[in-house]
Nanobody, 126 residues
Framework: QVQLVESGGGLVQAGGSLRLSCVSS????????MGWFRQAPGKEREFVAA????????DYAESVKGRFTISRNNPKNTMYLQMNDLKDEDTAVYYC???????????????????WGQGTQVTVSS
């Protein structure tokens, strides 16, 4: 069993930055693909970013490319999402997820992931 805990969310002004963290426990996740998703009020959960087991390969939703950076520290069982130049439309609950190793370009679907965190709220005010 794997437990994922997100942190780092909060209230930030438009144009500001936040860094989300996702700590995993229960199993070493070195060989897994990890990802971030988000769900805004009244909308379906959507893909944000994915990273392969080594951290060498990443992929992003078009809406966050150039602003968000996904990374991971395997010895610490931690994944990060650095979010810069935040916009109102980035307001959502952000979830981290873990799944079997796959190409990050194929890891945009929720079905690619097996374990999910409880989410952390990010609110961007203009």
């Amino acid at each position: 069993q794997v437990q994922l805990v997100e942190s780092g969310g909060g209230l930030v002004q438009a144009g500001g930055s936040l860094r989300l963290s996702c700590v995993s426990s229960g199993r070493t996740l070195t060989w897994y693909t990890m990802g971030w998703f988000r769900q805004a009020p009244g909308k379906e959960r959507e893909f944000v970013a994915a990273i392969n087991w080594s951290g060498a390969s990443t992929d992003y939703a078009e809406s966050v490319k150039g602003r968000f950076t996904i990374s991971r520290n395997n010895p610490k069982n931690t994944m990060y999402l650095q979010m810069n130049d935040l916009k109102d439309e980035d307001t959502a609950v952000y979830y981290c997820a873990v799944g079997p190793s796959t190409l990050v370009q194929l890891a945009h679907s929720e079905s690619s992931y097996r374990y999910w965190g409880q989410g952390t709220q990010v609110t961007v005010s203009s």
